[in-house]
C-alpha cells in the first residue's frame, strides 16, 4: 500500500496529510491544518516530521506527494510546490499536483449543488473556480482565471441557481457576493475556506481516479499563478506560445506545460 | 507652503516626524515616498519605526529591497529603486505584503507609479536648504486623508511639546 504524503501552503493555512488510497477513495491516516499567516515556511518540514512519527512511520516510508499547485498566495504556492518537489526528488518518489480550490472544494463533497470558491488574489482581484457536487463526486467547471469579485457575482448571478460560496476571498468580499445575488448565495463558515489534509488527499485520489494527476514527473508538476508576470508574457511571445494575451491561458502555468484542463 | 506641510530643520527633525506618523499609522496602512538621494525618505521610516515601537537598526533597503522589522505593528521597509521593471514586484510579493496587515513604507515609490494601492499616503520630501525639508504628505483615499490629517495634528502636538 502505497503512503501518500498531502501539502498545500498556499494559503494562510497550512495543510498537511498523510494517507493511502483504496479504490473507493482515500483513506487518511493523519493529518496537520495549522492556521500560520506568512510563516507556513517555518511550519511545514516540522509539521511533515510530527504527522510521520505520530504515525509510526518514517520519512522514507513516504511512496509518493500530492502538492495543492495553488492559485493562492505567490510566496505561499512557490514554497509548497518546492518543498514538495524536493521531497519527492529526495526520495526518488511521483510528485503529483492538484488545484488548491479544487481541494478546497473536496471539503464539500457530501453536499449537492453548485459551490463557488474564491480565493484572494489581491489588488481587488480573486481566484474564482465553480464547482458541481453531487453523490460524492465534485466536479470542476470553470478554469483557472482571475478576475474582479463584482464581475464573478453577476456571472454567478445569471446562473440563477441557488450556489454556495466558500475561500478566503470572503474576508475582503462577503458582502459583494450577498449584494449582488441575494438569496441565491449562502456564504461557508469561515472555518471551510481553506484546504485540510484530508482534502489534499481526496483531491489527489480524484485526480489520479480520472487521469489528470499526470505521470508523477517531479519536473512536471508546475504552479499555477494564473496571474503571469510581465516577463512571463514576454518570454511565451519569444518562445512562439500563442493563445496567451497577457492574460491567463487556462492553464494558469507559466513554463512548459503538459497540463490538464478541467 | 501650505498648512499641510511638515517643515523640518534637520534629519534629527525628520526622524520626529517619522516618529509621529508611527504613533498614529494603523495595520495596513500604506505610505509611498519619493524624494531624491539624500532628501531624507530613509530618516523619516526610521522615525516611523521608532514610533511603531521597533527596536533596532532600520538600515536602509536599497540593497535587500525589502526588510521587515517587529514592532507594534510589523513594519515593512521596501526600496524599489533597484527593480527595473514593474512585473518585479510580483517577485518580491509586493501586493500581498501591503495586504497582510502591517505598515508598509515604500521608497522611491514614483518608481512604479501605477503599481501603488489605490488609497495610501504619498509623502514627498522636497530638499528646501542642506538641513531643511518639506514634508507634503497627500492622501489618495479617505482612509489615507485620515490619516494625513491625524498625522499633522500629531507633528503639532509634538512640535509644541518641543518648542515649550
Known amino acids: 500500500m502505497t503512503l501518500y504524503l498531502a501539502l498545500d501552503t498556499s494559503t494562510e493555512e497550512l495543510a498537511v496529510g498523510l494517507g493511502s488510497f483504496t479504490p473507493e477513495g482515500a483513506h487518511l491516516i493523519g493529518e496537520v491544518n495549522l492556521d500560520v499567516p506568512r510563516a507556513s515556511l517555518t511550519h511545514l518540514v516540522p509539521s511533515i516530521e510530527r504527522l510521520v512519527a505520530s504515525a509510526d512511520l518514517r520519512v522514507r516510508d513516504i511512496g509518493a506527494v ?17 518543498t514538495a518537489k524536493g521531497i519527492a526528488q529526495g526520495l526518488g518518489v511521483p510528485l503529483y499536483g492538484v488545484g488548491t480550490l479544487d481541494a478546497i472544494a473536496e471539503r464539500f463533497a457530501g453536499r449537492d449543488g453548485l459551490l463557488g470558491v474564491v480565493s484572494d488574489a489581491m489588488r481587488h482581484e480573486i481566484y474564482p473556480a465553480l464547482f458541481r457536487c453531487s453523490n460524492g463526486e465534485v466536479r470542476r467547471l470553470t478554469p483557472h482565471r482571475v478576475a474582479p469579485p463584482e464581475v464573478v457575482a453577476e456571472e454567478w448571478a445569471a446562473l440563477g441557481e441557488p450556489l454556495v460560496i466558500t475561500g478566503n476571498g470572503l474576508s475582503k468580499y462577503a458582502d459583494v457576493f450577498t449584494a449582488t445575488m441575494g438569496g441565491e448565495v449562502s456564504l461557508a463558515h469561515e472555518a471551510m475556506w481553506a484546504p485540510t489534509g484530508q482534502a489534499l488527499l481526496a483531491a489527489g485520489w480524484r485526480a489520479r481516479a480520472a487521469g489528470e494527476a499526470g505521470d508523477g514527473d517531479v519536473a512536471t508538476v508546475l504552479p499555477v499563478y494564473t496571474r503571469l508576470s510581465d516577463a512571463e508574457v514576454n518570454e511565451r511571445v519569444r518562445s512562439g506560445i500563442t493563445g496567451s494575451t ?7 502555468v507559466a513554463g512548459p506545460a503538459r497540463e490538464t484542463r478541467p | 507652503m501650505t498648512e499641510d506641510t511638515i517643515l523640518t530643520r534637520d534629519a534629527a527633525a525628520t526622524h520626529r516626524a517619522g516618529a509621529a506618523l508611527g504613533r498614529v499609522v494603523e495595520a495596513g496602512d500604506v ?3 519619493s524624494g531624491g538621494l539624500g532628501a531624507g525618505k530613509t530618516a523619516l521610516v526610521q522615525g516611523l519605526a521608532a514610533g511603531l515601537g521597533v527596536s533596532g537598526h532600520v538600515p536602509s533597503p536599497t540593497f535587500n529591497i525589502l526588510l521587515v522589522h517587529p514592532g507594534a505593528l510589523p513594519l515593512y521597509h521596501f526600496d524599489l529603486y533597484r527593480l527595473e521593471r514593474p512585473d518585479e514586484l510580483v517577485d518580491i510579493d509586493f501586493w500581498e505584503t501591503l495586504e497582510s496587515g502591517g505598515v508598509s513604507a515604500i521608497e522611491w515609490a514614483d518608481r512604479f507609479p501605477g503599481e501603488l494601492p489605490v488609497d495610501r499616503l504619498d509623502v514627498v520630501i522636497d530638499v528646501v536648504d542642506e538641513t531643511t525639508r518639506a514634508l507634503h504628505p497627500t492622501g489618495t483615499g479617505s482612509r489615507s486623508r485620515l490619516l494625513a490629517r491625524r498625522w499633522l495634528a500629531e507633528w503639532r502636538t509634538d512640535t509644541g511639546r518641543v518648542a515649550g
Open chain 1, 66 to 82: 500530492i502538492v495543492g499547485r495553488g492559485p493562492g498566495s505567490f510566496t505561499g504556492v512557490r514554497i509548497g510546490v518546492a
Open chain 1, 246 to 252: 497577457g492574460a491567463t491561458p487556462a492553464s494558469g
Open chain 2, 31 to 33: 505610505i509611498a515616498l
